[in-house]
């Protein structure tokens, strides 16, 4: 039986209409309570800041087994696939896609910015398109990669009718509901807020036999392992889980038992940190500030495009604010701000409206921001995960970047 790809809507312009998520701010609803990791001494070797070897410009070419147009998907979505521009598959797509298209449990170990939301959404968006009955739940720690995801999945899916929604806090709960009553295809979301979903009865898990976990590792970080457990216990037990990390620990290997069953695993991890980030500390001197050591930074022309991190709420906000009364166009993304603050924060970023982004670790994993061109540690990492989830957000998709971590 062939499946309709057509849209439910007849299309306004060209050959699909295009359905996309809607998302207000405002509103109250109740949080999912999160466990804050307390506050520590920073015990990181700082040598582990450093790494200014030369970067090799002339590097391997990287040959894919499984090229786009060779795999075994609808055509249509090869030729959303070509219209973005996408010619090769990296290296989690070349090795992840083909097993997801069988149905294996996979997990899949990469450093960040290198194609794993198209590894899971590309295959999965073919299941969807041959079995209508089929139901994606995608799990995720942060507000911001829910977003990014489900912008992901817009252009992937262009014109396909497949309604996705995108529930997470900080935004008014109703029209998530008023949505999830669509009877979408594709779930994308927070643990907190899938859960209050839940509770609600407004989302039943029990037709989804299709889970991604994506960031596994920073949702253990961040106290969501209960959470988790509670919404994969509503699924049914024979399920297609999809288990994608930057890290492997004892708690992950837990998780990895507890959820899949027979994974294969997908490993394209090089390093800790990216090859292509050049990585660098600068110590205060005595009688200098941190802030007037940044500013001397910032007033470089080669800082055009700078993620500066903190590690309090408060203390981003503020030096937001006396970057913007030194007269550096710069904004804060934090857990303090509504949502939509946040995200016309992160656009005025995104369009280089503003030079420089201050935030919180919440921006570390969630921020997919094209040509950051330095990364500048203001207050050191917790850990040194935290470190390398920063610097990621330079150096990003084979380009370069730099990254600094100052140290008093």
């Known amino acids: ?41 920073v ?119 497949f309604l996705s929604v995108c529930v997470v806090g900080g935004a008014n709960i109703n029209p998530q509901i008023h949505r999830m009553r669509k009877d979408p295809f594709f779930v994308i979301g927070t643990p907190g807020r899938l859960k209050d979903l839940m509770e609600r009865r407004v989302l039943d898990l029990s037709k989804f036999r299709t889970v991604v976990l994506d960031e596994a590792d920073r949702m253990l970080d961040m106290g969501f392992i209960r959470d988790m457990r509670f919404i994969i216990s509503h699924m049914p037990k024979v399920r297609h889980t999809l288990f994608f990390s930057a890290t492997l620990s004892r708690d992950i290997e837990a998780l990895i038992g507890d959820f899949l069953t027979n994974p294969v695993r997908v490993s394209v991890k090089t390093g800790e940190t990216a090859h292509g980030v050049h990585q660098d500390i600068v110590r205060i001197e005595n009688g200098k500030t941190k802030l007037d050591v940044l500013h001397d930074l910032l007033s470089q022309p080669e800082f055009t495009k700078v993620l500066v991190f903190g590690r309090t709420k408060h203390g981003v906000e503020k030096l937001s604010k006396m970057l913007k009364q030194r007269g550096i166009p710069a904004e804060s993304i934090h857990g303090n701000k509504t949502q939509n603050k946040r995200q016309a924060a992160l656009a005025l970023f995104k369009d280089n409206r503003v030079q420089v ?52």
């Open 1 to 41: 039986m062939t499946t309709s790809f057509t849209s439910r809507r007849a299309p306004s312009r060209g050959r699909f209409s295009h359905s996309r998520s809607r998302h207000s701010g405002g509103g109250s609803f109740r949080h999912a309570p999160r466990r804050q990791r307390p506050a520590q001494k």
């Open 43 to 161: 015990r990181i070797d700082v040598s582990r800041f450093i790494n200014k070897g030369p970067i090799v410009e002339a590097e391997m070419r990287f040959t894919p087994e499984n090229p786009f147009d060779s795999l075994p998907i609808d055509a249509r979505i090869k030729h959303t696939i070509a219209q973005k521009g996408y010619t090769t598959p990296t290296p989690i797509q070349d090795q992840a896609i083909m097993h997801i298209l069988r149905g294996r449990d996979i997990v899949g170990i990469a450093n960040t910015g290198t194609g794993k939301t198209g590894a899971f959404l590309i295959p999965l968006l073919d299941k969807v398109v041959k079995n209508r009955s089929e139901r994606v739940l995608i799990i995720v720690p942060t507000r911001e990669l829910a977003l990014q995801i489900d912008e992901e999945f817009q252009s992937f899916s262009h014109g396909s009718g």
């Open 357 to 408: 982004l201050v935030a919180t670790d919440v921006a570390a994993r969630g921020i997919d921001v094209e040509d950051v061109t330095h990364v500048i540690n203001y207050d050191l990492p917790t850990t040194y995960d935290d470190y390398v989830h920063r610097i990621g957000r330079t150096g990003r998709a084979g380009k370069r970047g730099k990254a600094l971590t100052f140290v008093e």
